[in-house]
């Protein structure tokens, strides 16, 4: 595997061999600015090294992959060899689609057989808690898939476009009780995720937002399991997202 940057700890053999990707191959455009979000500060730390540390820092996790923008790889690779992480073994470059990315991952770990999990998680979510971390890994001793998810708290409404011709207009209320929000880590056994990626690449209408989204549609013989998300583990996805995240994390420092 090229780009190696640190060894890894001992894994623990006991229980299955479990590797983290930390997908960092967008460029924030939604955010803006002069370059991707997940290489700006958020508390004396960059959001890149946040999420990457969630892992790191977890026993459940053996191995911790990133995948980043093919331009930033050696500025990548020396953030994270500064940040004192342990379990990063390698820096790989994405795709140009988060769904490129997360295939990058599957092509990284071909010829791996050790690898028996997989969590994928967005580097654009940097408050991501141990407690998460450890919900999916445990939920992930009973499924084959397992996805983060809060409830949705809105009323969530399906729009068309007006018959004016000028704006939306709402065309059906959704019941919300039976809606979700899907947030990351989503994990799975690797030979579930592997599969339902090969399904859908031979599907040419294939197009997905999530991993969990890809089961679902191509193995849907595999259960996608549900576990409890938490509100705090937001997407920097807009401006202004990082502030709300600064305002998060220093109410986490006052209650650590
Ligand atoms: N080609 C891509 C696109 C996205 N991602 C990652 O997937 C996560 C969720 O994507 P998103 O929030 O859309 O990030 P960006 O693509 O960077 O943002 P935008 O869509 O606004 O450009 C992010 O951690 C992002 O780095 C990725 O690894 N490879
Ligand atoms: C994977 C995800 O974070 C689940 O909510 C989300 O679908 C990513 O969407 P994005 O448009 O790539 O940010």
Redesign the pocket.
Same mark, same amino acid.
């Given at each position: 595997m090229p780009h190696h940057t640190a060894t890894t700890t001992d894994p623990d053999t006991t229980r299955p061999y479990t590797i983290a990707a930390? !997908?960092?191959?967008?460029?924030?455009?939604?955010?803006g600015g002069t370059e991707?979000?997940?290489f700006l500060p958020l508390g004396g730390r960059t959001v890149l090294e946040r999420?990457v540390s969630a892992f790191d820092g977890e026993p459940g996790v053996d191995e911790v992959l990133v !995948?980043?923008?093919e331009e930033h790889l050696s500025r990548t690779e020396r953030l994270v060899a500064e940040a004192g992480l342990n379990k990063v073994s390698a820096v790989l470059t994405?795709?140009?689609?988060?769904t490129?990315?997360s295939l990058a991952v599957l092509d990284a770990l071909r010829g791996r057989p050790g690898t028996e999990r997989i969590l994928l998680h967005?580097?654009?979510?940097p408050l991501v808690s141990g407690r998460t971390v450890r919900r999916c890994l445990e939920a992930l001793d009973h499924a084959g898939a397992v996805g983060t998810a809060v409830p949705a708290t809105d009323t969530v409404v399906r729009v068309e476009p007006s018959g004016s011709g000028t704006g939306e207009v709402i065309r059906e209320v959704v019941p919300r009780s039976a809606l979700r929000r899907m947030q990351t880590p989503q994990g799975f056994r690797l030979e579930v995720l592997r599969r339902a990626y090969d399904l859908a690449l031979a599907d040419p209408g294939f197009t997905a937002t999530d991993d969990c989204g890809v089961v679902l549609d191509y193995t849907p013989e595999h259960e996608v399991r549900i576990v409890e998300g938490e509100d705090t583990n937001l997407?920097?996805?807009n401006p202004g997202d990082l502030e709300i995240a600064e305002t998060l994390l220093r109410r986490r420092g006052a209650h650590e």
């Open positions: 930390v !997908l960092a191959g967008g460029v924030g455009a939604r955010v991707p979000k997940q999420a !995948l980043t923008v994405g795709g140009a689609t988060r490129a990315t967005d580097a654009a979510r997407k920097i996805t």
